[in-house]
């Protein structure tokens, strides 16, 4: 389905299989693209294009159509569509990424170093795509990007995926797992710095990628036991998403953000699938800020701005005031969010702020 706030949710159909997928959708909204099964009894996929006039288009596959294909992005204006298809090899079947045009319809990315390749995301204008070589299948995988068609690989200290590109083609980020840690570290990449850490995620799983069309702000979702969000700016560095809007002031309605998906290029607004009285429900925040919030950690009124005697203090009080009304604490008042009431969100966000150094 698509969705928007005049005419609600849209469902726009399949291939004629049972199920269909969207992967992404143009700058006005316009042309929609996607996985959809192709049959009702088999298992073949194909990449589609979506317009309200012309319904859904099978951009079919690689060498034959037979195989399958599968879109990952779309650039702004809708004109290419970039994926990754099986394809015949010498051997067996192997996989290649793609560009599709109208004009071109769908077009191998070499990576001229062989192996199997998938492209991820694709700047505004098409002209730069980002994605992935994998010299065996499932094995360790370059970060790449296709410029204006020609290949380029992402040096990192480990097995790398390049997943998003800035609208202007200049910052590629992604995912490397460090070969000394093997912890997964979050990436940017520009042509004058090459590829640069923001931070451990740790051994966790983690989720697509999406960045602002300046490259400064990355979304994405990440696993422990479970999923949650986080956002990264140069200012934050690597925040949970549900942690930073509490602490912003954004009301969460009694639910928590699972997958943060998708925003927009200014990144104002974001999207994603939340749990709230244990039921999955996609979520829509609009308006973000992503300055650093105002808080004190000062909380023995000591006049510094936060040390371990700090920490060490609210923990003392927390403890003797958990499930309290408020005020309370022999040191300072551990109602740290002012809710008139301590209990288990005052410690997160105290800690929270702690640790970003508030």
């Known amino acids: 389905i698509i969705w928007t706030q005049a005419s609600g949710a849209t469902d726009i159909g399949t291939l004629g299989g049972a199920d269909a997928n969207v992967a992404g959708i143009s700058g006005d909204g316009r042309i929609v693209t996607g996985t959809s099964k192709v049959l009702p009894s088999a298992n073949r996929q194909h990449a589609f294009r979506w317009t309200a006039e012309d319904g859904m288009q099978d951009l079919g596959a690689l060498s034959w159509e037979y195989y399958s294909s599968f879109a990952n992005a779309i650039s702004d204006d809708g004109n290419s569509i970039v994926g990754w298809s099986y394809r015949s090899g010498i051997s067996d079947t192997l996989a290649s990424g793609f560009r599709w045009t109208p004009s071109t319809r769908m077009r191998e990315l070499s990576s001229g170093i062989g192996g199997y390749s998938f492209a991820i995301d694709v700047s505004a ?28 690989t992402l040096y990192a200290p480990g097995s790398a995926v390049a997943s998003a590109v800035s609208a202007n083609g200049v910052v590629v980020a992604g995912v490397y797992e460090d070969n000394s840690s093997s912890e997964y570290h979050l990436f940017r990449w520009t042509e004058a710095e090459g590829v640069t850490s923001l931070g451990s995620l740790g051994s966790r799983g983690y989720g697509d990628i999406d960045i602002s069309e300046d490259g400064s702000v990355l979304i994405s979702y990440i696993s422990t036991d479970s999923w949650f969000p986080i956002v990264w700016t140069e200012e934050l560095g690597i925040r949970n998403l549900n942690d930073y809007l509490r602490q912003i002031g954004v009301d969460l309605d009694g639910g928590e953000i699972a997958y943060a998906t998708d925003m927009t290029p200014d990144a104002t607004v974001i999207v994603g ?34 040390d371990m ?14 499930l309290q009304p408020a005020p309370c604490g022999s040191t300072g008042n551990v109602d740290y969010n002012e809710d008139g009431f301590v209990d288990i969100l005052d410690f997160l966000d105290f800690i929270d702020a702690f640790s970003i150094g508030c």
């Open 273 to 306: 699938e939340a749990y709230r009285n244990g039921r999955s429900q996609t979520f829509r925040i609009t308006n973000m800020t992503y300055d650093r919030p105002d808080c004190s950690i000062d909380y023995n009124g000591e006049g510094d701005s936060g």
């Open 309 to 322: 005697t700090d920490l060490l203090d609210f923990l003392g009080d927390f403890g003797a005031c958990e």
């Open 125 to 152: 204008d098409g002209s730069v795509i980002c994605g992935a070589v994998e010299l065996e299948w499932n094995g360790d995988s370059f970060a790449c990007v296709w410029k204006s068609g020609s290949y380029r």
